[in-house]
Nanobody
Framework: VQLQASGGGLMQAGGSLRLSCATS????????MGWFRQAPGKEREFVAS????????YYADSVKGRFTISRDNAKNTVYLQMNSLKPEDTAVYYC??????????????????WGQGTQVTVSS
């Protein structure tokens, strides 16, 4: 079972990045998928989640209107489009899968599988 996050990098404030999370090893198409991030010295925090169909999404207030989560179940991939990036978006970004998938607002401990993280750095 593997979740492979990619697409991070260094970007100036106001720029855009798209993160991808490729899944393998089991069928994730029925799972709620989420993106989280962890800045240095801070706890890992929720960013966005999406239901199995892609029809419902949920965002942290800090990214609402700037980030968009989506998924392509045929490609076993989840995406996070990040626009209007700010220096405070700098963090390691992780994708995760919630197998039970009962709530898009499920707490972090409900997520069962995690990717290895990809670094996003936004300069001012």
């Amino acid at each position: 079972v593997q979740l492979q996050a990619s697409g991070g990098g260094l970007m100036q404030a106001g720029g855009s990045l798209r993160l991808s999370c490729a899944t393998s090893g089991r069928a994730f198409s029925r799972d709620v998928m989420g993106w989280f991030r962890q800045a240095p010295g801070k706890e890992r925090e929720f960013v966005a989640s999406i239901d199995w169909s892609g029809g419902s999404t949920y965002y942290a207030d800090s990214v609402k209107g700037r980030f968009t989560i989506s998924r392509d179940n045929a490609k076993n991939t989840v995406y996070l489009q990040m626009n209007s990036l700010k220096p405070e978006d700098t963090a390691v970004y992780y994708c995760a899968a919630d197998v039970k998938g009962l709530l898009l607002s499920a707490p972090i401990w409900e997520y069962d599988y995690w990717g290895q993280g990809t670094q996003v750095t936004v300069s001012s």
